[in-house]
């Protein structure tokens, strides 16, 4: 079965760092490899928003709110994509999730709390 699992999550005060970590299991490395991966979040009462993502080859985006502190990677070895977030702000604080786009596979989320 296909799993999509975050961790990494957790509360920090603003100007801190935090690193996401997303992990598939249950396909193997030729399946995982060609799928682009995105990074979203959803604060309370708000929709979800697109904060990151990285293509296949490498290639990455970013929001415009996140451009400049976070910075997603992946390893595709471990079927694992990472998200780092330096200077964090009070505004990032949600509900992070892990998409794998064409898997139409989605991970649970991970909390992150940032207070001022």
């Known amino acids: 079965q296909v799993r999509v699992v975050e961790s990494g999550g957790g509360s920090v005060q603003a100007g801190g760092s935090l690193r996401l970590s997303c992990k598939a299991s249950?396909?193997?490395?030729?399946?995982?490899?060609?799928?682009?991966v995105a990074w979203h979040r959803q604060a309370p009462g708000n929709q979800r928003e697109l904060v990151a993502s990285?293509?296949?080859?490498?290639?990455?985006t970013y929001a415009d709110s996140v451009t400049g502190r976070f910075t997603i990677s992946r390893d595709n070895s471990q079927k694992r994509v990472y998200l780092q977030m330096v200077d964090l702000r009070p505004e990032d604080t949600g509900v992070y999730y892990c998409?794998?786009?064409?898997?139409?596979?989605w991970g649970q989320g991970t909390q992150v709390t940032v207070t001022s």
């Open positions: 249950g396909m193997i490395t030729s399946v995982f490899n060609p799928n682009t």
């Open positions: 998409n794998l786009v064409q898997a139409e596979r």
């Open positions: 990285i293509s296949s080859t490498g290639r990455t």
